[in-house]
Nanobody, 118 residues
């Protein structure tokens, strides 16, 4: 069974940092790109970052570029989203999703909540 499980969310003050994790299981992790999304209260789903299968190339939305860093450890089937200089507008439920490239994102985690206080 394919599973993606996010963790690491919480409450942090503006300007602070958090590191989110995404634990993958049930599939060959190192042949898939993985993406992160977020959904703020009352808003739609926003793509924020993608990492390639080797962890050599990363892509970021303008809203997080320069503040967030995405990495992966293929030996551990883990993905990490380091979030720095957090802003209240980063408050959202954060999800990781498997990216088969050329197809729709096919598996999603349940999400981890990040709340940034001003």
């Amino acid at each position: 069974e394919v599973q993606l499980v996010e963790s690491g969310g919480g409450l942090v003050q503006a300007g602070g940092s958090l590191r989110l994790s995404c634990a993958a299981s049930g599939f060959t992790f190192d042949i898939y790109a993985i993406a992160w999304f977020r959904q703020a209260p009352g808003k739609g789903l926003e793509w924020i970052s993608t990492i390639d299968v080797y962890g050599e190339e990363t892509y970021y939305a303008d809203s997080v570029k320069g503040r967030f860093v995405l990495s992966r450890d293929n030996a551990k089937n883990m993905l990490y989203l380091q979030m720095n200089s957090l802003k209240p507008e980063d408050t959202a439920l954060y999800f990781c999703a498997r990216d088969p490239l050329g197809s729709e994102y096919d598996y999603w985690g349940q999400g981890t909540q990040v709340t940034v206080s001003s």
